[in-house]
């Protein structure tokens, strides 16, 4: 197998953090217990509620890639295949630090009472952070270059990205926290004709690009496409023996792709 071609591009993702207060209304139904005659029959009283559904939506990705190829090219992944993480630690290296701070930081609240139980504990715990390191080093693809600028692919702007997203999930989502809100907290039987208006509190956004190589790559006189994730290095595309499409390569067959 030949790689003929590897180009890197950068999509265009927005990242929202955002804290709605939406005022709603709806009429909840109270189900009571009257005597009629000599009878016990239930009764509906529905009255009218009202309140402010209040959620916080902490870390959402939305792709903002504005061209229809760019977002076919995100098709390709989930999701769940971007590391939010590495966006603020590039490598493995910097991992494996963070690791260690973190173990260094509990060793100064822990006091060992025994006579040499701190040396052993030291030891113990210089074992967990060259563990921690090795493992980061063998799972993470490493990073991709800091990009150029005719690598970064065009963006929509986030108004128009957090506006569809809002009407396919934030909207339904709100209406059914604040129907649980009335059921639980009012202990009422049933809701309905339940409106409520979306409002915000908060709205961050934050734009940032993620990592995606093409490649191509010749196999018995015949050429096939992958794209690889440069995070997770999860590689998607065309195979040259059986059915479907490429799933996972090795991360070894990253770091050949990104050298």
Known sequence: MTVSRVELYYLPYILFNVVTASPYSADMCLMREELVGEKRVQKQNWTQVSGVQRTAYKDILLLAASDSRDRSRAKEFEKIDWKLDRIIF????????????????????????????????????????????????????????????DQLLPSSDGDSIWAFYEKKVVYKQERDFASKHILLNSKADRVKNLTIHMKYTQKEERIIYLPIYECAYVYETRSYKMVVNGHSGKIVGERPWGAGRIGEYSTASVNLLTK
């Open 90 to 149: 590039h490598d493995a290296v910097s991992v494996a630090e963070k690791a260690a701070k973190e173990t260094a930081e509990k060793e100064k609240s822990i006091e060992l009472q025994e006579k040499g139980g701190w040396g052993l504990f030291k030891n113990f715990t210089n074992k967990i952070e060259k563990k921690i390191e090795e493992t980061a080093m063998n799972l993470l693809p490493p990073p991709p270059p800091p990009p150029h600028e």
